[in-house]
């Protein structure tokens, strides 16, 4: 994958839609814009499950289908399991779905944009930022 690609979590999603004018809707609107955003699947599922009728559902799936796509493989869901073991020893929790992703990140080499401030846990992630 690119280093230039960006996986979008759900969080940035949802304020991509509820909030157009904010800077993390902005910073989403320019990096579809240039080619750049990533999906995961675990991101795919938690838009899905908040969608309220068909129409939503049918929009979001159409502006999905050509972005990048990060599968996760078996190797990444042992590294996953072993990522939340040395959190957790550390007195860290993160949910199961948010270390999946953090791991996608890493072995993909791209960045995570996310409203979500314990990916800060994770020193090895690099985080996109958005400039207020």
Sequence with gaps: MSVDLI???TSAWIEFWK???SPVAEAVEELLREERVAL???VVAEVLQGVKRREERDFIQAHFADLAFLEADRQDWT???WMLYSLRSKGINL???DALL??????HGVSLLSLDQHFDQIPELRRFRVRE
């Design 7 to 9: 996986l979008v979590d």
């Design 19 to 21: 909030r157009p004018d």
């Design 40 to 42: 995961a699947g675990v």
């Design 79 to 81: 590294l996953t399991g």
């Design 95 to 97: 949910p199961l779905t």
């Design 102 to 107: 953090a791991q996608l990140c890493l072995r």
